[in-house]
């Protein structure tokens, strides 16, 4: 089955700077890469997807990049503000249901 | 915040006790998960509806069971609660695969 990798495990940045989290996937044929965050004591919540025919994709300050030849995808987080503290995850699936998510980065904006 | 529920939020059990844990849509989905949640495994797979008295297994689905009986329950049963089993479950719905997945507000089970 489909396997993720997700770095770092914790990311702590300076509110104002850029975070990036990164995330590997080993089934060639996964096509659909959501990004979901929780914070603290709450439900996981979608925050920017891409499909596999998409390189990338923007939502104001949130970005995600995807190398299908390296099977990596990548969330960008500029001009951080102390509210996007959270655990975010990345995860990869095909058409199914078994969708797999990574491990999980918590990332803490200091004000 | 979708339709969805689950019950109880928090429960504590003993070893080889039997629970079982609900969750209710209002959204018609047809798509149903179970995950649970553990530190440094992120969220992992036990099973899935795909409709009605459709279900399948997912990564880790040794010792639970599901059923749905309706198109708005999920139900998770633990069929004898072992201490490897304490985590945060959380259900999911669904409309159609490659989606966005609708998170409960997740259930703390300790085993005691």
């Known amino acids: 089955g489909e396997n993720v990798e997700q770095h770092p495990s914790t990311l702590s940045v300076q509110e104002g700077d850029s975070a990036v989290i990164k995330c590997t996937y080993s089934?060639?044929?996964?096509?659909?890469f959501p990004w979901y965050k929780q914070e603290l004591g709450k439900r996981p919540q979608l925050i920017i997807d891409?499909?596999?025919?998409?390189g990338e994709k923007k939502d104001q300050r949130i970005a995600v990049t995807l190398n299908k030849t390296a099977k990596h995808f990548s969330l960008h987080i500029t001009e951080t503000q102390p509210e996007d503290s959270a655990v975010y995850f990345c995860?990869?699936?095909?058409?199914?249901?078994?969708?797999?998510f990574g491990a999980g980065t918590r990332l803490t904006v200091k004000p | 915040d979708a339709g969805i529920t689950q019950s109880p939020r928090h429960k504590v059990t003993e070893t080889g006790t039997p629970v079982t844990l609900r969750c209710h849509q209002t959204?018609?989905?047809?798509?149903m998960y179970w995950y649970r949640q553990d530190p440094g495994h992120g969220l992992r797979l036990i099973h899935y509806?795909?409709?009605?008295?459709?279900?399948d297994k997912g990564e880790v689905s040794d010792g639970y069971s599901v059923s749905r009986s309706k198109t708005e329950d999920f139900l998770l049963t633990l069929e004898s609660a072992t201490s490897s089993q304490t985590s945060v479950y959380f259900c999911?719905?669904?409309?159609?695969?490659?989606?966005?997945?609708?998170f409960g507000q997740g259930t703390r089970l300790t085993v005691v």
């Open positions: 995860a990869a699936g095909y058409n199914n249901n078994d969708m797999r």
């Open positions: 959204e018609n989905h047809r798509y």
């Open positions: 891409i499909r596999s025919n998409v």
């Open positions: 089934d060639s044929a996964s096509n659909y």
């Open positions: 999911a719905i669904q409309p159609d695969t490659n989606t966005e997945a609708f």
């Open positions: 509806s795909y409709g009605v008295k459709d279900t």
